[in-house]
């Protein structure tokens, strides 16, 4: 079975990432192709959220034959998401040969990528051109890649984003679902900046957890909590915090805030630069980075004194 992957932020996905790939299938050059979403691409960060960019390609690639999501970078939380380390986990779990597609322009720009020397011995490169971008003849030696001819189609995300912006429509560029799933989730407006401090700490340790957060928008205080959550170490109950913050955005609608705290660890676990060893936090931690994920949260470690919630549990 002919396997390629064809990875990208589609942020959003549109009717352009649809047909290019559909036609690869018709023309028999591959059997299925996976679409890869970025989960934390480090060259230029999505709007959206993952969970939102992988519902939106699910519902463009519904019904279609040959054309798959594949959540891999997600579930195995690869951050950041340069390409050798996708590929390369990836040859892990998949024995097959791996083609993995990407437009000329991109091959043009790849000696910039993480260890682009070593991507051939991972993948096979199949690279997508209309002859008007010509590959340095040293990078095509170093790939060898497989050239196919596309169709020419002038519709791309930062085109649906910049129009989302004005309130434009883009009806016509990607499916009617996508924009309804869009509206609904208000994603790609000019939106209010969300910062939200949160902290969590108890008296011994283990001892009696206090744990409170306060939300700002634009720089303007909206909204503060404090309280006690029970017994436990202060691990857990700036975990607690965090989980109580995050209910709070996810039930007023808010997607997209910074959340500021001063515990490396659980900003380390978040962000996955370090794993959870603790079975008492693990289901604490799952609870957090899937509410994360799906708000579309960033969380980001600040030092205690501008902890704006430091205050609300001394």
């Known amino acids: ?20 790939c559909r036609d690869l299938i018709e023309k028999g050059e591959f059997d299925e192709i996976r679409y890869l979403v970025n989960y934390d691409p480090p060259h230029k960060k999505a ?20 054309l798959e999501v594949d959540t891999f970078e997600g579930d195995m939380s690869i951050s950041p998401s340069y390409t050798y380390d996708v590929l390369k986990a990836y040859k892990r779990r998949f024995k097959g040969e791996i083609h993995f597609i990407v437009g000329a322009d991109q091959m043009m720009n790849i000696t910039s990528w993480k260890n682009y020397k070593e991507l051939p011995s991972i993948a096979k490169f199949v690279v997508l051109s ?3 971008i010509r590959i340095p003849p040293e990078i095509v030696e170093i790939f060898k890649p497989r050239f196919i001819s596309y169709r020419n189609i002038e519709i791309s995300s930062s085109e649906i984003r910049k129009r989302l912006s004005k309130g434009k429509s883009i009806k016509g560029l990607t499916d009617e679902n ?13 939106v209010s900046k969300v ?14 957890m206090k744990v409170g957060f306060v939300v700002f928008i634009n720089g303007k205080k909206v909204y503060e909590e404090m309280e006690s959550v029970g017994f436990g170490t202060n691990n857990e109950a700036e975990y607690m915090a965090l989980k109580k913050s995050l209910n709070w955005l996810k039930k007023n609608s808010i997607s997209n805030p910074l959340i500021y ?6 900003v380390g676990h978040i962000n996955g630069k370090y794993k959870v060893k603790s079975e008492n936090l693990k289901e604490l931690y799952n609870a957090c980075k899937r509410m994360v994920e799906e708000i579309g949260a960033r969380i980001i470690h600040i030092p205690r004194e501008k902890n704006l919630a430091d205050n609300l549990i001394k």
């Open 1 to 20: 079975m002919r396997i390629a992957l064809f990875g990208g932020r589609f942020d959003p996905p549109h009717f352009g990432h649809l047909i290019l």
């Open 47 to 66: 709007v959206a959220s993952y969970i939102h960019r992988v519902r939106m390609l699910k519902i463009l690639l519904s019904g279609e034959d040959g």
């Open 130 to 132: 209309r002859g008007d």
């Open 178 to 190: 996508i924009i309804r799933y869009i509206e609904y989730h208000q994603l790609y407006r000019d």
């Open 195 to 208: 910062e939200v401090f949160v902290d969590g700490a108890c008296k011994g340790n283990p001892g009696v």
């Open 261 to 266: 705290m001063d515990s490396k660890l659980v």
